[in-house]
C-alpha cells in the first residue's frame, strides 16, 4: 500500500491558478496508477484527472482545457496544475493510487474558489 499526503490547496479567487502535490511513500509509485478525485458534500467523487505508470493520462470533462497532471517518479510525487479555477471547482481534492491492484487515498485537501 502507498502512502499518500496532499498539499497546495487553499483559497483562490475565480479565474486564478492552484497547484496541487501529492508525496507518496513507499517504492511501488513508479508503478502506480495515480489520480486526482474531488468530492463536494452530498455529491459523488469525481475523477478530475489520472496518469498512469506509462504517462499516459486522462482528464476529467469538467476540467478539461484547464487541469494538467504530471508526475515525477525521483521525488515520488504526482502534480495537479489547475487553471482558470471557477467556483464550480469547490471541493475536497483527493488523492489516489492504486499499485499492486491495492487503492489508496490521501487525506484530501481543500481547494475554494471565491467569486
Known sequence: QVQLVESGGGLVQAGGSLSLSCSASGSAFSTANMAWYRQVPGKQRELV???????????????????????????????????????????????????????????????????
Open 49 to 115: 484527472a489520472l496518469i498512469t505508470s506509462q504517462g499516459l493520462k486522462m482528464i476529467g470533462d469538467s476540467v478539461k482545457g484547464r487541469c494538467t497532471i504530471s508526475r515525477d517518479n525521483a521525488k515520488n510525487t504526482v502534480y495537479l496544475q489547475m487553471n482558470s479555477l471557477k467556483v464550480e471547482d469547490t471541493a475536497v481534492y483527493y488523492c489516489n493510487a492504486i499499485a499492486n491492484g491495492v487503492p489508496s487515498w490521501g487525506q484530501g485537501t481543500q481547494v475554494t474558489v471565491s467569486s
